[in-house]
């Protein structure tokens, strides 16, 4: 058995803890299904939302804006693709072009805004995702405390691309987050270096993180961006393993640990293999 290992998440409410017997990387997700396949025909991008569809001079060739109409969030927004896409578009985020069509719009669409801000999309059911039309939200976020990316420095690395880290952190197994390198830069400034991390760790979980059953994993991309429009993270979020009782209730209602099924070490070691 191996040294329990606990570790502050940055939120500074819970802890992480590794080891013990969970000290073996585990790719096998009996419980995981397919990704939702395109249905155009009942599809509400497709149809009954296509009057709602909010027209904009930035908005770039294959994708749409939506308003969020039904959402606890200030500012959401909805940046969807013209058409209902294959499994295979979403698994990847459509690729590096999309990928930055999307951060390039979003940039845009926030030049008036004044608050925390998050771009995200989820993957897959097990990752949040309820609609078969791969789609991106843009928010104003309620930040307890904005996360600083500059007071982790210990976390093991993955790669560096450009100005950018990618790290195994989180409070999920296989999870990655990704920082600015030295200093802070508009997000604007970023985009490409940006789709370009993403991209990358995307498709190296896809390929790293298939299960023993011969899925990709579902995962969740997040992308923090500050009230000044500087970047402060990005997240990869691969859902490899479900959470119990100790996550669900102890750790949000009593602050207790949150149980990786491996350590983040042992998941940078793997991904850099």
């Known amino acids: 058995m191996s040294e329990v290992i606990f570790e502050a998440l940055p939120g500074g409410r819970n802890f992480i803890t590794g080891g013990g017997t969970r000290n073996a990387l585990k790719l096998s997700r009996p419980w995981q299904v397919p990704l939702p396949q395109p249905q155009p025909e009942t599809c509400p ?26 959402t606890p969030h200030r500012q959401h927004h909805l940046i ?43 993957i897959g059911y097990h990752a949040g995702q ?40 989180g409070s999920r197994a296989g999870e990655c987050i990704i920082y600015p390198h030295a200093r802070t830069l508009p997000v604007k400034e970023m985009t490409l270096p940006l789709a370009d991390a993403i991209n990358y760790i995307v498709s190296l979980g896809n390929q790293k993180f298939m299960s023993a059953e011969g899925n990709p994993p579902n995962f969740c991309v997040s992308i923090r961006i ?44 793997y991904l850099r293999s």
């Open 130 to 169: 309820n609609l078969a039309h791969l789609h991106w939200h843009l928010t104003e976020v309620r930040a307890e405390r904005p996360l600083d990316p500059f007071l982790r420095r210990s976390n093991p690395l993955v790669r560096r691309i450009t100005d950018l880290e990618i790290v195994a952190a």
């Open 80 to 122: 969807v693709p013209n058409i209902c896409q294959p499994a295979e578009f979403m698994q990847t985020l459509g690729g590096i072009g999309n990928i930055l069509k999307v951060f390039q719009f979003a940039t845009e669409l926030i030049k008036d805004s004044t608050g925390e801000l998050a771009l995200f999309c989820h």
């Open 45 to 70: 991008f497709c149809t009954t939302k296509l009057h709602e569809e909010i027209p904009h001079p930035c908005r770039p060739e294959g994708w749409k804006l939506f308003p969020n109409i039904f």
């Open 226 to 269: 500050s009230a000044d429009k500087t970047l402060r993270y990005a997240d990869y979020c691969p859902i490899l393993n479900m959470w119990g009782a100790p996550e669900y209730a102890f750790a949000l209602l009593e602050g207790g640990p949150i149980t990786l099924p491996w350590t983040h070490e042992l998941t940078a070691e």
